[in-house]
């Protein structure tokens, strides 16, 4: 939704550019090639992402059914127990009668017992496969926070599948609002160290913007253009200044339509602007949940 919203924008954006004679053809050609390309890894990271929060319904269904299953089965025991306990007591009435009876009941509460413990045995799998996909965030918290231990106005925090880095706006751009300034570039730096250690982590660049577009940028249309404007050059900056990987990376633009604080402030607009990185670890697989046998 994100491409088809954007692309609009975009190449209206580009198409001027192109018309008004400000870049050639072959760089037209080239930043609407790496366009495409990022519109590609954003949509393949936003389908993992999607098949993950589906995935993680699922758990919670399945963990849901498995308790209440387990809930079933413990009362199955006790009734049968009981009705043991009773037969039992009854025996002389009828030895040969009550002794059958006694043992398939035995048998009925044997395999009762038995999926209990298939049950639990699953449940104890599923739990310690989440404990440790949380372990992982965790650890790449962890991190991810020691690199960034003198670093202040910054926010890490875990929100599956992702850690969150938010990344002080003031500090990252230049007064103009779009460029990398050096401090924005010593703030990168930690985290380009992080993802060339990390190739297997992957990583969207989420750029949010106010309501008032700057009047110095001339040639962006709308917040939806500043902001992917800004997210591409913090990605740049990460692969041309640090050499990080650009298959790791994802620009993303939010706009305006996501604020955290009111507009009708400076210090709301201030809020507003920020750019979150949310990097994705590969995490540990849940295991299929089988049914009764």
């Known amino acids: 939704m994100l491409s088809s919203l954007l692309k609009p924008a975009l190449l209206s954006g580009t198409f001027a ?10 760089i037209y050609l080239a930043e609407a090639q790496k366009r495409a390309e990022c519109e590609a890894r954003e949509k393949t990271l936003m389908g993992e992402v999607l098949e993950r929060r589906r995935e993680a ?41 009550l002794l059958s009876d006694k ?12 999926q209990l413990a298939r049950l639990n045995a699953q449940l104890t799998t599923v739990s310690e496969a989440q404990q440790a996909r949380q372990a992982d965030l965790e650890q790449l918290r962890q ?8 670093a202040k106005n910054i926010a890490i925090e875990v929100a599956e599948p992702a850690v969150l880095l938010t990344l002080p706006d003031a500090q990252l751009f230049d007064k103009g609002g ?29 750029a949010y913007t106010d309501n008032a577009l700057p009047k110095n940028l001339k040639n962006i249309e709308d917040t939806w253009d500043w902001s992917l404007a800004r997210a591409n050059n913090v990605v740049r900056a990460l692969i041309q ?20 604080a009111s507009n009708e402030t400076p210090e709301g607009r201030q809020r507003n602007r920020r750019t979150v990185i949310a990097l994705y670890p590969p995490l540990t697989q849940i295991p299929a949940l089988g049914g009764k046998e």
């Open 17 to 26: 550019l192109v018309a008004a004679g400000c870049v050639s053809k072959k």
């Open 57 to 97: 319904t699922e758990w919670a269904k399945r963990l849901a059914d498995l308790g209440r299953e387990v809930g079933r089965q413990e009362a199955e025991i006790q009734r049968l127990q009981q009705e043991l306990d009773e037969r039992t007591a009854a025996l002389g009435e009828s030895a040969s009668k």
């Open 143 to 150: 991190d991810l926070s020691k690199r960034y231990a003198s």
């Open 178 to 206: 779009l460029l990398i300034s050096p401090d924005g570039r010593n703030l990168l730096k930690p985290l380009a160290e992080l993802l060339g250690q990390r190739p297997d982590i992957g990583a969207e660049v989420m």
């Open 241 to 260: 200044q640090f050499n990080v990987n650009a298959n790791q990376l994802t620009p993303i633009g939010k706009g305006e339509y996501y604020p955290v």
């Open 103 to 114: 043992n398939a009941l035995e048998k009925a509460l044997t395999d009762a017992k038995a």
